[in-house]
């Protein structure tokens, strides 16, 4: 009898250290993992702000709520002129209402960065497939801050900002930026205006800091092709498919309306002679608002977001007839990208984004003395 409690008491023992030793061999991710998810189901709430396109975002949000149902997700769509008053003004009123804001990289670098009210990603990325670089396009994790920790970018995709009326121009003419300059162009050219924010000034860093256009490229395409600028992206499509211009800088959703049979279309820069692109986009970068009023449910959605599963969706969901979006994920199938549009092992690349590149002001400087100098250069009425 007394060797049977021995051997019961030994067990337990054993029993117990084994425990004990599971514990202790769990690694510290997982175990971070598993307090994380359990500490954003008692929050039970997630409020993102993002970008309005095409309902993507939010299909990727529901997506996350369906796995993870306990937490009940606010979305709030916009532009980043319109989101990014609205953010500061709840700011200024004590009210701290967004955990995640995902859009382009523009208002999330001048206005909440410079405004210093952001949260480390890198310092809430948790999962191995997340923080792995390695897995990632160049190996290594993008981030536009200087300090590479605030504004992470997940999106990668191969410039196209220049459109043009296929009834007026021949792809084959255009072989090379330079070539828009010729002055058969004159007058003929439309740009949305460099002072406002959106994707034109993602187009304007690429040529500014391409080693082979430069500050000259943009000098003499403001100052000397009689180029109109326009502040509406609507208005600017619209002469485009009219034929009232050639040619168009930065103008929006081509694709859509090349689709409903408007003779518009892109310019495939594959052929150029210049350095191919890329950039954010409008929807490929993430960021964490300072007080977030969800902090675990934040950080949930940040690595969900980043993971194979979670890039995988947003690049489904994204890639339509009319949009295209190709994740820096490295490790997943770029099979539901546009073939023309996929980024080519071996080739370099221009990364627009680069916190290198973030200050307009030089680049500005250029287009308004080009402007102010031409004889022709005019705004739209």
């Known amino acids: 009898m007394k060797y049977l409690i021995a051997s019961l008491v030994l067990s337990v023992v054993c029993a117990w250290g084994a425990n ?3 514990a202790e061999a769990k690694p510290a991710w997982q175990a971070q993992w598993e307090k994380t998810v359990e500490a954003a189901k008692k929050e039970g709430k997630l409020s993102l702000y993002m970008f309005d ?23 709030t769509p916009g532009r980043g002129n319109t989101l990014a008053p609205r953010i500061m003004a709840e700011r200024r009123a004590g009210k701290y209402l967004v955990d995640v804001y995902i859009a382009g990289v523009t208002t999330a670098y001048d206005v909440f960065y410079r405004a210093k009210i952001l949260d480390s990603v890198r310092a809430a990325l948790i999962l191995p497939e997340v923080t792995d670089e390695s897995k990632w396009w160049s190996g290594q994790h993008q981030y536009v801050d200087p300090e590479k920790r605030y504004i ?16 007026l121009v021949q792809p084959g003419e255009i072989r090379s930026y330079w070539d828009f ?15 406002i924010s959106g994707s034109q000034r993602i187009g304007l860093r690429m040529i500014y800091y391409s080693p082979e256009l430069g500050a ?21 499509t619209d002469w485009l498919a009219a034929g009232k211009f050639a040619i168009c800088f930065f103008c929006s959703e081509i694709q859509k309306a090349k689709m409903q049979g408007v003779p518009v279309d892109e310019f495939d820069s594959a052929q150029w002679k210049e350095m191919r692109a890329i950039s954010t986009g409008n929807q490929g970068s993430v960021v964490l608002l300072t007080q977030q009023p969800h902090p675990n449910a934040a950080r949930l959605f940040v690595n969900w977001l980043l993971s194979r599963e979670g890039q995988i969706a947003f690049q489904r969901i994204a890639n339509t007839p009319t949009n295209s979006e190709e994740s820096l994920r490295s490790d997943i199938p770029k099979d539901v990208v546009r073939k023309e549009l996929r980024r080519v092992d071996g080739v370099k690349y ?20 080009a402007l102010a100098q031409s004889q022709g250069g005019k705004y739209a009425k």
């Open 350 to 369: 221009l990364f627009a984004d680069n916190p290198r590149y973030m200050d307009m002001a030089p680049i500005l400087d250029v287009v308004s003395k």
């Open 20 to 22: 004990i030793f599971a």
């Open 216 to 236: 000259e490229f943009i000098r003499r395409l403001y100052g000397e092709t009689d180029i109109t600028i326009t502040q509406e992206m609507r208005q600017a």
């Open 152 to 167: 992470f970018v997940y999106v990668g995709n191969v410039n196209q900002y220049i459109s043009y009326n296929t009834k």
């Open 181 to 195: 300059l010729q002055p058969k162009w004159k007058g003929r050219m439309l740009s949305r205006d460099p002072k």
């Open 53 to 75: 396109g095409e309902d993507i975002l939010a299909t990727v949000a529901r997506l996350f709520q369906k796995k993870y149902p306990e937490i009940d997700i606010v979305t």
